[in-house]
Nanobody, 124 residues
């Protein structure tokens, strides 16, 4: 699985951006996709996740009500709509995909893939 993010940039506080993550390869085995971010000097943190059918989403408390995660399985693309951006949202945003493969034994193995990241900078 290969992941390519786009849509980052510089925006003023209160503004909006939409990130995209295009997946290619064995996309039919992707179970969960998500957005993570890493600010300078900080650990990478979860922003939001979404299941393969899009039926279940999960958000970090810091972005609830402002960010919306979605995916278009036909286009193999995941999105993150970010509204009411704050300076503390400044970070490199990474796309992650988790493939689930069922072994002949019945065991389920998870494989994680990451994109290269896209910079989001929010000025005050």
């Amino acid at each position: 699985v290969q992941l390519v993010e786009s849509g980052g940039g510089l925006v003023q506080a209160g503004g909006s951006l939409r990130l995209s993550c295009a997946a290619s390869g064995s996309t039919f085995t992707i179970a969960v996709m998500g957005w993570y971010r890493q600010a300078p000097g900080k650990q990478r943190e979860l922003v939001a996740t979404i299941t393969s059918g899009g039926g279940s989403t999960n958000y970090a408390d810091s972005v609830k009500g402002r960010f919306t995660i979605s995916r278009d399985n036909f286009k193999h693309t995941m999105y993150l709509q970010m509204n009411t951006l704050k300076p503390e949202d400044t970070a490199v945003y990474y796309c992650k995909a988790t493939r689930q493969v069922v072994a002949t034994s019945g065991a389920i193995h998870d494989y994680d893939y990451w994109g290269q990241g896209t910079q989001v900078t929010v000025s005050s």
